[in-house]
């Protein structure tokens, strides 16, 4: 595409978990929109190691830190080092994200504060960390994974479900809040994406596959097109809103 057609040119993205699976694929395509990219990640240092070099190979700038979204000091440095690097944050995609599938009966209380934590708390603490850079710009891109388990659930999702559906309602709100500082927050709820996140055996997969009126599961690629909209200048009368990509399982 030629720079000038670029749709996230001199922009700044920071994505949470933007190491692998749909982060990842994210973070390359605003690259390839133009932008420059900061990733938060836990574990999997090598992945964000390797996408760094993918990012500074496309001529963007990159930046790569360690930050648990559930603890407010390391969300509080993650951030103070986007800004010290970049000098400003245009789009937040709060991606992390974790998977447990397990019977009610089964959850304990540690797996359930953990998946509020990574879902609610990293979303929220990110957010207000991100919110006064942002406000003084006076422009703002968030973005927040849901999933369509907020809207149908699903057994042995009980905790998952429940904290994706607080993040539908955290993303209403907060659009109504940060609006008026010309701050647009809006949300992704994808249907089953094959990144190895949901440890579905691969015959249930290709069972929900098979439902589907698509026919297939979908893949990372297939949601670029919903993050760069949503992180462009051609969103910018969507506010509070959804996008489903789910290959038809739910139509709401
Ligand atoms: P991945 O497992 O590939 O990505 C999850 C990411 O979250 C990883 O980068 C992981 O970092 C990071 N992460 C987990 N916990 C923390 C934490 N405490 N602090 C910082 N980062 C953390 O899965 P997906 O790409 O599939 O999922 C990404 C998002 O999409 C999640 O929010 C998920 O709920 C949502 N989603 C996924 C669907 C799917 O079917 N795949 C469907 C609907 C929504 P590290 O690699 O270092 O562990």
Known sequence: ????????????????????????????????????????????????????????????RALSVRCDVTREADVQALVG???ERFGRIDVLVNNA????????????????????????????????????????????????????????????????SAAKGGLATFTRALAQELAPHGILVNAVAPGLIDTGFDPLPEAAKRAHAASLPLGRLGTPDDLVGAFVFLASDESRYF??????????????
């Open 239 to 252: 506010c509070g809103q959804t996008l489903h990509p789910n290959g038809g399982e739910i139509m709401p």
């Open 97 to 160: 994200g974790i998977q447990k599938p397990q019977a009610l009966t089964e959850t304990s209380l540690d797996d359930w504060e953990r998946m509020m934590a990574v879902h609610l708390r990293g979303a929220f603490l990110c957010c207000r960390e991100v919110a006064p850079a942002m406000i003084r710009q006076r422009s703002g891109r968030i973005i927040v994974l849901t999933s369509q388990l907020a809207y149908l659930g699903r057994p042995r999702y009980t905790a998952y």
């Open 1 to 60: 595409m030629s720079r000038a057609a670029l749709r996230l040119r001199g922009k700044v993205a920071l994505i949470t978990g933007g190491n692998t699976g749909i982060g990842r694929t994210v973070a390359l395509a605003y690259a390839d929109e133009g932008a420059d990219v900061a990733i938060a990640w836990i574990a999997r240092e090598a992945d964000a190691a390797s996408l760094v070099a993918e990012l500074e190979k496309r001529s963007r």
């Open 81 to 83: 080092a986007v800004i």
